[in-house]
């Protein structure tokens, strides 16, 4: 036993100073070294000779010497056992590391206290490393709370908030405590609680880490707005979800945008879409007036050749035929003023007659189970408009909305002067930002459904019966309006009636509105003056000559403008009147008309047209000094343009 009991203290040394990566060493009751292992010696830089003997003290800081520190320690280990501990030492040269410090009692066998066994490590690295996450987080914090554009916040497991930061706050308009533990389904609407979609967006971020949405959101006053969401989860080290992490971003203005480019772009796609068939209704127009007036010409020369034969059928037939092409010459009147390629002959005019002139004709045409009112207004701005084509324009609306009405109601027609700013352009990009005159016309009848709105100025589109109506109605507003500079709208609901909104430019000219229409000149044809027809449609050169020739006229004919050149050359050939149409390959008739008049000054010159493409007309207008018969033209019409030009001095 003896032998046993003296090895024992040996062993237990040799251990001790085999320790190297702990400080191991002994305190008398006072705090002095009275032990000191290796790894004392490595971890504190002491050699033994040079700290036996000296207080513990020595190892603490200055600012722990001076809180009394070390006495503490000494303390509360004889008083509990035990003192534990973590904080910065010293080495003897003077560095510092952080320590885990254990100071234990050494009793003897009656109890009484005979020293202390201290023992410290350096985790100096460990707590650099717990420094860096604490810091680390600190500083995620301060970004999270200096975020002030996204709500940034944690969600626990279940869905309840449990984080929430200065942006979540300007963003959903709660503060902390009032949100902090309430679920996140508060910010979703009532459409998508019913659709589960907070549920379905755990559910997906817990499956897949990630959810990421867009829609709508409430805010605590109860107002929506456009958010941008993303939920991640969170795991700890052994993968089970402890909670998520959400973010969102308010994207309203943004969504405005790209819906208000939307509605722009459906407009402007309305209105190519339109474009694109008012180019193919023209070119249709052209044509078929040239056969309209072949079959019209013929047809009254059939009638006037017939008067003499006793057949009333044929009378009848002639008559039927001519009333039929005189339908299909007035829808294709129609198809051009759709596709903007009627010849206009504006002037300035004074709206306020214009409309009291009108509101008694409309009166009288719609009947007194309709009340019809004009509204003009002090100061009203002059427009520059075709005065018969606006006239027309409005008795169209008006029969438009008398069928709306079948009941009674009432129409009014006011008009207004308005500025378009940039913003209203913006939306409505058809109409540039300036000055307009605003003429409404509005009734209190049916009103349209949002799909009948929809095609309400294409061409041929109709809600009436067959038989009742061409369709052509509106798109003839249509085109009359835009061909003026102008823009048209309607506002329709069902049930709540329509109006119809017409924005035509300010007049900034300095002419006068004329107050009185001008006198028509009507003359006798002579037989004296010779016409050179220019045409290049070999049927109607031939029914136009011969039309002339039955008026006693001497007729030229040119299938194109060159060969009515060569005749204007030869100076032994006389010609009084140079008939051309306008569009022609080659050069067309209004270059031919310029050629001519430096041919021959005091040449007359009257243009034929199914339809202008601008050759002599711009910006919907006649060119200054233009005479023009649109195709097709009767006999009549033609005998006495050709009269009034030759006449006119």
Not at 328 to 354: E, H, M, V, W
Not at 367 to 385: M, P
Not at 492 to 501: L, N
Not at 600 to 612: C, H, Q
Request: proline share 4%; net charge negative; with cysteine.
């Amino acid at each position: 036993m003896k032998t046993t009991a003296a090895a024992d203290p040996q062993s237990l040394e040799l251990l001790i100073n085999g320790i190297i990566d702990y400080a191991i060493f002994m305190l008398d009751t006072d705090g002095r070294v009275r032990t000191w292992n290796r790894g004392a010696e490595r971890l504190k830089g002491y050699a033994a000779d040079e700290i036996i003997g000296k207080p513990f003290s020595t190892f603490y800081t200055p600012e722990d010497r001076q809180k009394d520190l070390p006495s503490k320690a000494l303390a509360t280990a004889a008083e509990t056992g035990r003192f534990a501990t973590e904080g910065w030492r010293v080495r003897k040269d003077g560095s510092r590391f952080w320590a885990l410090v254990v100071l234990d009692a050494i009793r003897d066998e009656e109890g009484g206290l005979i020293g202390f066994a201290k023992v410290t490590r350096d985790i100096t690295e460990r707590q650099q490393a717990r420094n860096d996450l604490l810091e680390s987080e600190r500083r995620y914090r301060r970004l999270v709370e200096a975020v002030v554009d996204y709500a940034i916040f944690q969600l626990d497991p279940s869905g309840h908030v449990a984080t929430w930061n200065p942006g979540a706050e300007r963003i959903k308009g709660y503060r902390p405590e009032e949100i902090i533990g309430r679920h996140f389904s508060t910010f979703y609407t009532p459409e998508d609680l019913e659709k589960e979609v907070p549920k379905l967006a755990l559910k997906e971020a817990a499956e897949k880490g990630r959810f990421e949405a867009e829609g709508w959101r409430l805010r605590k006053d109860g107002t929506r707005f456009w958010a941008s969401v993303v939920i991640d989860r969170i795991t700890d080290e052994s993968g089970t979800i402890i909670g998520f992490a959400k973010v969102t971003r308010d994207l309203t203005d943004r969504k405005q945008a790209q819906d208000e480019l939307h509605r722009v772009q459906e407009q402007l796609v309305a209105s190519q879409k339109l474009e694109a068939v008012g180019q193919l209704s023209g070119g249709i127009a052209h044509d078929f007036n040239n056969l309209l007036m072949i079959v019209l010409g013929n047809l009254e020369n059939a009638e006037r050749n017939s008067r003499n034969v006793g057949a009333p059928n044929l009378h009848r037939a002639l008559a039927n035929a001519k009333r039929g092409a005189q339908r299909a010459a007035a829808l294709t009147s129609r198809l051009l003023a759709f596709s903007r390629r009627q010849a206009l002959d504006p002037k300035p005019i004074n709206l306020n007659g214009f409309l009291s002139g009108l509101q008694e004709f409309l009166q009288r045409t719609l009947g007194e189970r309709i009340e019809v009112q004009t509204v003009g207004g002090a100061g009203l701005w002059q427009i520059e408009v075709d005065v018969n084509h606006l006239e027309s324009t409005i008795v169209n609306l008006a029969i438009n909305a008398r069928d709306a009405m079948p009941d009674g109601g009432k129409l009014t027609i006011e008009a207004a002067n308005v500025s378009a700013d940039e913003d209203y352009s913006r939306v409505n990009p058809e109409l540039a930002a300036g000055q307009y005159v605003a003429i409404c016309v509005s009734d209190t009848g049916s009103g349209m459904t949002p799909e009948v709105l929809n095609h309400a100025f294409e061409p041929f589109f109709t809600t009436k019966e067959p038989g009742q109506g061409t369709g052509l109605g509106l798109s003839q507003v249509y085109g009359f309006v835009k061909q003026s500079g102008g823009h048209v709208k309607i506002y329709s609901e069902v049930g709540e009636g329509t109006s119809i909104k017409m924005y035509f430019p300010r007049y900034a000219g300095s002419a006068q509105p004329s107050s009185e229409p001008a006198d028509e000149f009507v003359a006798e044809g002579v037989a004296v003056e010779t016409i050179l027809v220019v045409e290049d449609d070999p049927d109607l050169r031939t029914y136009v000559s011969d039309v002339l020739r039955d008026l006693n006229y001497r007729v030229l004919s040119a299938s194109s403008a060159q060969a009515a050149l060569t005749i204007l050359l030869q100076e032994d050939q006389q010609v009084d009147l140079l008939l051309t149409d306008v569009v022609m390959p080659g050069i067309n008739g209004r270059d031919l008309g310029r050629r001519a008049q430096q041919i021959r000054p005091k040449l007359k010159i009257l243009y034929m047209t199914g339809y202008s493409r601008n050759a002599v007309v711009h910006q919907g207008r006649l060119d200054e000094g233009v005479e023009l018969l649109e195709k097709p033209v009767t006999q009549a019409r033609l005998a006495l343009k050709i009269r009034e030009l030759l006449d006119r001095r």
